[in-house]
Nanobody, 115 residues
Framework: QVQLVESGGGLVQAGGSLRLSCAAS????????MGWYRQAPGKRRELVAR???????NYLDSVKGRFTISRDHAKNMVFLQMDSLKPADTAVYYC?????????WGQGTQVTVSS
């Protein structure tokens, strides 16, 4: 049983910043990769950022240069620093952990960016 809990979402103005946090119930070293997905109303869930066990990172093209994924093994946490936010970033953001066999998901945290 693995639990992921997101926090840090909220309402911000365009151009503002938010830092999302994902707290895992155990060591994040057990996962092959961790990432952040988002889902806006009427749209499919999309991968926003990912960090592998080897610390390789990947980003959705539309967030490159604005978002940064990072991890803290000592705290069993993964973060998503979001800068220069745009209204198009409005979505529910989900933490994801890729295990050897199973994938795990957090409950989501709402990010709303106003114009």
């Amino acid at each position: 049983q693995v639990q992921l809990v997101e926090s840090g979402g909220g309402l911000v103005q365009a151009g503002g910043s938010l830092r999302l946090s994902c707290a895992a119930s155990g060591s994040i070293s057990q996962f092959n990769a961790m990432g952040w997905y988002r889902q806006a109303p009427g749209k499919r869930r999309e991968l926003v950022a990912r960090i592998s066990s080897g610390a390789r990172t990947n980003y959705l093209d539309s967030v490159k240069g604005r978002f940064t994924i990072s991890r803290d093994h000592a705290k069993n946490m993964v973060f998503l620093q979001m800068d220069s936010l745009k209204p198009a970033d409005t979505a529910v953001y989900y933490c994801n952990a890729v295990g050897l066999v199973l994938d795990y998901w957090g409950q989501g945290t709402q990010v709303t960016v106003s114009s």
